[in-house]
């Protein structure tokens, strides 16, 4: 089995492309409605083709790219394909089924007005009268889509919802207590907090630190510096050192020997 892709189209065109100018070559091509031409730009996939084989994605491809487009080809797998062939075979067998049923119908009332018989005007517009309803029931058969469900709601069975007596209970106004006072003082009391340890420090104080901790915090944070002026030399400099002179009588400078002369070969 060859594979099979589907082609999306996200409204992505070429860098060097207009928008406008592509958008005009994908509608002339795909032959394409305003609206369609809006979904392909909404920037949500859209399904150009949902199964093709190679060669026809190749195509696609190309006049895409050619009409300044980008596209995309998506390989479909081998259960994907096998859900769309179901679905297929499916809509065919319903769709058979509905022909098969308007033919059996349509013959049945063909044998109704050969039954009917045509002595006056009178019997003559009966039949036509049975005709056109026949025809009206017909075309009022619809094909139901893939998996909705056939029986209306009114036919399906539901449970009876219980009866809740409300009488008893009242909307309060907007910000009210939902409670009322004579209720609240019968609720149960909070149980005592004893408080004795505590103390109040005074404004400003480190709380949870012991007060020896503390002013050796403050100590530390002292400053013992102050800052110098604009482009003031905060390290003072040394005096300065007058260099030793050295004495060099008791030395002596030699030449160097000149270096001999190549001898010719």
């Not at 920037?43 to 596209?71: S, W």
């Not at 769309?84 to 058979?96: F, G, I, N, S, Y």
């Not at 003559?124 to 026949?134: R, V, Y």
């Not at 409300?166 to 209720?183: F, R, T």
Request: glycine share 6%; proline share 6%; hydrophobic share 45%.
């Amino acid at each position: 089995m060859s594979t099979r892709y589907k082609l999306l189209f996200r409204g992505q065109i070429a860098a060097d492309q207009h928008m406008a100018v592509v958008r005009g070559r994908l509608q002339k091509m795909l032959k394409a409605s305003d609206a369609q031409l809006e979904l392909m730009f909404s920037g949500n996939p859209v399904t150009i083709k949902k199964d093709v084989d190679e060669a026809g994605a190749e195509r696609y491809l190309d006049a895409f790219m050619q009409a300044g487009a980008k596209l995309e080809i998506v390989e479909l797998d081998a259960e994907a394909l096998a859900e769309a062939a179901r679905k297929a075979e499916m809509v065919a067998v319903a769709a058979a089924y509905k022909k098969q049923q308007t033919e059996q119908l349509a013959a049945q009332v063909a044998a109704e007005q050969q039954s009917v018989p045509d002595a006056d005007a009178e019997d003559g517009a009966g039949a036509q009268i049975i005709s056109a309803a026949t025809t009206d029931a017909i075309a009022s058969f619809a094909l139901a889509n893939v998996g909705e469900d056939l029986a209306p709601a009114a036919a399906k069975t539901t449970q009876p919802v219980a009866s809740v007596a409300i009488g008893h209970l009242s909307v309060a106004d907007a910000g009210g207590n939902l409670i009322e006072p004579a209720e609240a003082s019968a609720a149960m009391p909070l149980p005592p907090v004893d408080t004795s340890h505590l103390s109040l420090d005074e404004a400003g104080a480190t709380l949870g630190v012991p007060t020896d901790v503390s002013a050796e915090i403050n100590a530390l944070v002292e400053p013992d510096f102050q800052l110098g002026e604009v482009g003031e030399l905060l390290v003072e400099s040394s005096p300065l050192v007058e260099p030793e002179i050295l004495d060099l009588s008791n030395f002596q400078l030699e030449s160097l020997p000149e270096p001999a002369a190549e001898q010719p070969a």
